[in-house]
């Protein structure tokens, strides 16, 4: 998709992918930047913020905040001088909880009453599990990591409810404990898997048709499941919030933090 | 204080403390029911609950969020048949930010738009601490963990500011790695300490003379000290919040949550 390969990506510093995205470029950002945590975005009318912040508080596996904005706000401490508005690669636009529209530059849409939320994001941890020797399949396949809508309800708060969102990686069988043990260290951007095995009893029919994100590989692996950011726009749609802006799955913050300073 | 031993009080199950509490019984909560985590309790009106629901979020170290009720609700998911308004040992009312009443049942202030926040409590990791061999010198001696307002200011949020409270435990210089790895794996009831060793650079003259709690000996032994719930009440205090009902520090809402579930 980019005329850069991806170790020239992977290499760059968050303010430096911010400022590709920020100038129009479009792409995912697997791999990018890949030594700093990468973050979902939801941003909210400050009417809805209370009940949204109670259910990350109430769902915190799959919405660990990093970061919440003053209302109209769009800077944070997780990234010097970057602009929520313009420096994530695509922003979707939610009316009613529908999709009302794709954009690469949210500022004709931000507003004075928008709470912004910055929720931790599993890509943060992966190059911990390669370095581990753990293969992550949708990297090593160029692709955006596949998430599916689980038949898990999240515990709701206040007008906000909806099911659980997960990503899903194959692990060969030996790996899983590895896998397990060291993305546990980093439980604000997921922690563990909260499932590994039988995506039926998730509710998700085949593994190789995600809702989000790209399909991969699985072949004889084990699918392992963790909690994902995305809930928050599935809780959109499923509560028929009247306004959100949102990042597109697979098309994250990048931050200035360093992946390492979410291990414990 | 009381009759019973501490042994005795240390084998009560959750639900066994909470009902000598409901008809009565005032004493602090060190050495109950020790299997069981504890909680610091503060209730506020819903129209500060945004603000101390972000305060909490900005200082995840001091407020670990283990429950956030509904608005006027008194029960929770941490402990079940509990009342949060009797099942106290004690508490303080609030109003404009001044200490106006210490009762033992908080019915007669309860409202219908109070929502009140349960957070992790540092006596938590004590039992773990001793099981490795760290001596916890208010146990020790029978009192109340000593705990302090320091000149480290909280991130604010909205109209809710204050300082960082701390709770100190003296460790022998040989054992404060094993209580820093410890305690580190209870990051919701506080992780690891905040400061080792001098405690002018915390603001703290004289660890000889807690704000909150019982001094307890120093001696030879490094102090340590630990992000404490209690900071909620200097918020309200700094604040000037015009009403709030808190546990009095030291004696906390004891859950049915065995410690151990709080421990990565």
Redesign the interface.
């Known amino acids: 998709m980019t005329e850069t390969t991806r170790e020239d990506t992977g290499a760059l510093t968050g303010a430096q992918a911010r400022a590709r995205f920020r100038t129009g470029e479009r792409t995912t950002t697997i791999g990018w930047a890949d030594r700093y945590a990468q973050a979902n975005l939801i941003s909210v009318p400050r009417a809805a ?2 009940d949204l ?2 259910f ?3 769902n915190p596996q799959a919405c660990p ?1 990093l970061d ?1 904005s003053e209302p109209g706000g769009h800077t944070t401490v997780l990234a010097e001088g970057a602009d929520l508005r313009t420096d994530l690669p695509s922003y979707y636009v939610w009316r009613n909880g529908e999709l009302a529209d794709e954009v690469r530059d949210a500022t004709p849409y931000w507003r004075e009453d928008l709470v912004t939320f910055l929720i931790g994001c599993s890509l943060t941890f992966e190059r911990a599990l390669m370095e581990a020797g753990v293969p992550v399949r949708h990297i090593e396949e160029g692709v955006t990591d596949p998430m599916f809508t689980t038949a898990r309800r999240c515990r709701p708060a206040g007008r906000i409810s909806g099911p659980l969102v997960v990503s899903m990686r194959p692990l060969p069988p030996h790996l899983v404990s590895t896998a397990v043990r060291i993305t ?2 980093y ?1 604000n951007v997921h922690g563990a898997p909260v499932h590994v095995g039988d995506p039926a009893a998730l509710g998700i029919a085949d593994v190789r048709r995600p809702d989000f994100g790209d399909a991969v590989t699985v072949g004889g692996d084990v699918p392992a499941f963790w909690a994902c950011g995305v809930t928050t726009q599935a809780a959109v749609v499923a509560s028929k919030l009247d306004f959100a802006i949102s990042h597109v799955p697979g098309y994250m913050f990048i931050t200035d933090v360093p992946d390492s300073a979410y291990a ?1």
């Open positions: 913020a209370y912040l109670l990350a508080q109430r905040l919440v546990a260290r439980p414990l």
